[in-house]
């Protein structure tokens, strides 16, 4: 067997091996009244308004990109979860913002940075029960989190408090809208402005 052979297989079995750069992205937790939420709908799949956080960007500059309107957008309160999937060759990282209730005429005041979906105001119940399944998680954590003042982090081993965890390659403690991920070509970046859960092959 030759040492490229060799190398390929071992490539093949490491499933799990992050040789790429994580691909890091927004997600906005967007209260509308006292029991409503706004999500995007994308041909008729509901998700969580999401987008990718550019190289140099702040989570906070990132998450107006997503949501934008003629008023300066939505008020970010602060980070409510961090959503961390292991794909075949790198980690996909979510962070889930929540802002500040709003009414349902601003929402129909804001631009959505993918043009294919459309951003409706929905109950929260019928939210849960019909949004995308790796949604569903952000939404209920978030919530819990944002009504108990704490940051919570989602990953394969379940949920736990961010305080509780140690920090890997991006800082996950409760903080300042102040992400700002390592130098990196705009790619790793694209599949989540293409997709609402980009897969790696």
Not at 71 to 97: C, M, N, S
């Amino acid at each position: 067997m030759s040492a490229a052979t060799a190398e390929s297989l071992v490539r093949h079995r490491a499933v799990y091996e992050n040789w790429r750069p994580p691909v890091v992205g927004v997600a906005l937790l967007v209260p509308v009244g006292p029991d409503c939420l706004a999500v995007a709908d994308l041909l008729g799949t509901l998700m969580l308004p999401a987008g990718g956080v550019y190289d140099g960007q702040t989570l906070e500059e990132a998450a107006h990109r997503v949501l934008s309107g003629p008023t300066g957008g939505l008020q970010l309160l602060r980070r409510v979860a961090v959503d961390r999937v292991q794909a075949r060759r790198r980690e996909i990282i979510t962070h889930v913002l929540a802002t500040a209730p709003t009414t349902a005429d601003v929402v129909e005041e804001l631009v959505y940075r993918d043009p294919r979906a459309t951003i409706r105001v929905m109950p929260t119940p019928r939210v849960i029960d019909r949004v995308w399944p790796r949604a569903r998680p952000r939404i209920l954590v978030g919530l819990q989190a944002l009504a108990i003042g704490e940051t919570a982090c989602i990953d394969g081993h379940g949920v736990q408090d961010a305080h509780d965890r140690q920090p890997r390659d991006t800082p996950i403690g409760v903080c300042a809208l102040s992400h700002r991920p390592a130098p990196s070509p705009p790619a790793t970046v694209r599949g989540f402005d293409d997709h609402p859960d980009p897969k790696e092959s």
